[in-house]
């Protein structure tokens, strides 16, 4: 539904997305995660067509996203920081985008009063973070949009409001195929929602996968050899550290494969653990510490 096409977009000598190709299904919940300068907003300013890539190419439904009025009119994006026009209400941004989507449903938009329970004559600018995040969901939900574009979508809001919003999004994927790209540093939660992920590092992608597939394919052990015992020869460590005689692995590749070749060793002790889609992300980039220094003052 979205791709991205060897696209490099750069400004001045800095590549902020460099031959990146991304591709996300329809109806699929896809993850764009990345450390800060990853390339996150740039690839999604570039999809939404605020910015055109130097090359390469960006498509929505099999269509060019730039300078093409009627393919923007297929997907809606809440930014950080919600766009609206100076002094605009709810109500009045309503009005606005019901000429621009075919598939606005002005009784959805009554009906997620109910759940929103906005004053929609009150400038939206006057509202606080998370109530500025929820005037923009209503009216995304209420556009009907084929695509939905978020990033950092539920920052500023509550939690009993975020598993509200997240339920309403899953309703419209499961209930229309609508297709979902999010871009967030909060990774618990993006596991609960997300099938898709990719990770940017550099404006590069450094990999990209369905997350139960990701999950599959890293694995946790926790170990303890026998004295003078090694490991197997030819495991793929991404992460080997120490306490004592316990020895925490990360590796690549599946769980009962790897228990096998760690039981070559003889261990003493051997249990597998599970791992959260924010380790795998931490593991990928370079283990525990990577970016972390310490400060000798």
Known sequence: MIELKSVTKRFGDFAALDDVSIRVPRGAVFGLIGPNGAGKTTAIRCITGMLKPEAGQVHIGGEPVWDEPGVKSRFFCIPDEPWCFAGAST?????????????????????????????????????????????????????????????????????????????????????????????????????????????????????????????????????????GATLPQGLDILSQSRTGKLITLILRGREEELRARLREAEPQFLDAQPLTLEEIFIYELGGEDHGVQDILL
């Open 91 to 227: 109500r009045d941004m309503m009005e606005f985008y019901r000429r621009i989507y075919p598939g606005f449903d002005e009784k959805r938009y009554e009906a997620l009063w109910n759940v929103f329970s906005l004053n929609e004559a009150q400038p939206i600018r006057r509202l606080s973070r998370g109530r500025k995040k929820q005037s923009a969901f209503w009216l995304a939900l209420s556009a009907r949009p084929e695509v939905l574009i978020l990033d950092e979508p539920v920052d500023g809001l509550d939690p009993l409001m975020r598993r509200q919003v997240w339920k309403l999004i899953l309703s419209e994927v499961a209930d229309r195929e609508m297709t979902v790209l999010i871009s967030s540093h909060n990774l618990r939660e993006l596991e609960d929602v997300c099938d898709h992920v990719a990770i940017l590092q550099k404006g590069k992608v450094l990999l990209q996968s369905p997350v139960a597939e990701l999950q599959e394919n890293t694995s946790k052990f926790v170990l303890a050899l026998p004295e």
